[in-house]
Each structure stands twice: as C-alpha cells, then as structure tokens.
C-alpha cells in the first residue's frame, strides 16, 4: 500500500529538517508498504517550505504544498488529503503533527493495525498508556479529557480520544463518504477532526485506538485557541442533531 503521511506547517522551519529525518529512519522499518511524506505549508514567513525543498532532495519521496495564505488546519488537511489520493495514488493517510508533539516511532504501530484489518486508526491520549504532557496547566488537561468524553457521549461514539490530531485512514471503501471539501467540512480550524471521525463511525469503519504519549511540541507556537474549543462543540452539536435526523 501506499501510505502517506501529511503534515501541515506554519512556522515550523526550526523543527522540521529534523522531523523529516526521523521519519524517513521510521519509514526503513515497514515492510510491504511505500510511506511518503507530504508537507502542506501555509506560506510560512520563517522559511519552513525552503527546508522541506531542501529535504526534498535528499528524499524522493517528499512532497510539498505551498497554500497562498495560512487557511486553518482543517483546511490545510482536506487540501494534503485530496492532493494524497487523486496526485499520489494513495491508498491510506496519516495526519501528524510537525512539530514532535507525535512521536514518530508511533507510526509503525498505526500501520500495523491497517494490516490487522482496521479502516482507522487513532493514537489515543486517554486509554491505557497513553497520556498527555505533565508540563499543560490543569484547566487544559481538563478541557482536552472533559471535551473528549462530552462528544464520545453526545455522539454515541465508541472511542475515548476524540480531538486526536495522530490518525490513519484507509480510503477504499470511505473517500467519497469523507467531506473533503470546503462546502462539506463543518469546521476549517481543529474541529475537522470531529467531523471525519463521525464519517467514519457511522459508514461502518473498522476503527482501532492505540495509546500514545502526545509530546510538549518542540517548535513554533501552539495554534489552539478558546475559539477552537467553542468550535468543537458547535461542530459536536451539529452532529448531534444529524444522529438524531438518521
């Protein structure tokens, strides 16, 4: 299979080189699947797409998008998703974080349970083994745990990381199913994920958590905000009455 794994960047320029390498390493332990790498910037002042250009001669398995302007995170992930399967041929994508907050020793462990059979695959914060970094402040240990378990009840999901930004889907069988567009996604910013992960529950994928530490971010600035937070739960809501109209 072909797998693809995209990450969106604004800023990231002092992390990223380095992110690439670690991957790349990673990458050498899968068998049986070709993994590539694509980068979609949001035109980052600080010269981020230059370093991935530069990496990108030393991979030929690296892949760029420059955005004319920084779009949200939502967007800048359906845009690297289209661009994976209809340039790439990809047959699954991750989304990843670039900025070490994901480990990327992980990404093995996601792909092998696409072999097990799974349809999508999350690293999950909160079951056994997981966790989140000592270092956030409690009021924001609370609103991740606390917003998670909200939308797994309001949605009658089965998962217990709902926010998760470390995923992987398979896409036969889902990507006309998936709201990969502008005029389809409930939300440009950090709620996306909301979104794709109902899809996915209610068309019938195969769905796995795997535990995973999410890492204090080692670059750039963090792209959260209390506007994301409200956004999330306008999009759960929004969800929620269409659950309730199925």
């Excluded at 699947?33 to 991979?59: F, W, Y």
Aim: with cysteine; aromatic share 12%.
């Amino acid at each position: 299979m072909k797998i693809v794994v995209i990450i969106p960047t604004y800023n990231e320029c002092q992390v990223i080189a380095d992110l690439i390498d670690a991957l790349e390493v990673e990458f050498r332990a899968i068998a049986n699947h070709e993994l590539a790498i694509l980068i979609v910037d949001g035109n980052s002042p600080d010269g981020t797409a230059v370093a991935v250009e530069a990496k990108a001669k030393q991979h030929q398995n690296i892949y760029l998008i420059i955005e004319k302007s920084k779009r949200g995170l939502g967007m800048a992930y359906i845009d690297g998703m289209n661009y994976a399967i209809r340039q790439m041929k990809a047959d699954a994508f991750i989304e990843f974080d670039g900025d070490f907050q994901h480990d990327p020793k992980d990404i093995k462990r996601l792909v092998a349970e696409l072999d097990n059979g799974y349809d999508y695959v999350i690293g999950s914060r909160y079951i056994a083994g997981g966790s989140i970094p000592q270092e956030w402040a409690w009021h924001r240990k609370f609103l991740s745990r606390f917003g998670s378990l909200f939308i797994k009840w309001l949605l009658g999901l089965p998962t217990n990381d709902n926010t998760s930004g470390f995923k992987l889907t398979r896409i036969a069988g889902f990507y006309d199913k998936l709201p990969l567009s502008i005029d389809k996604i409930l939300s440009r910013r950090y709620a996306y994920k909301i979104h794709l992960l109902y899809v996915m529950y209610r068309n019938g994928a195969k769905i796995k958590e795997v535990p995973i530490k999410f890492l204090e971010r080692q670059g750039g600035t963090s792209k959260s905000s209390p506007k994301d937070i409200f956004e999330s739960l306008l999009v759960a809501f929004v969800l929620y009455k269409r659950r309730l109209l199925d």
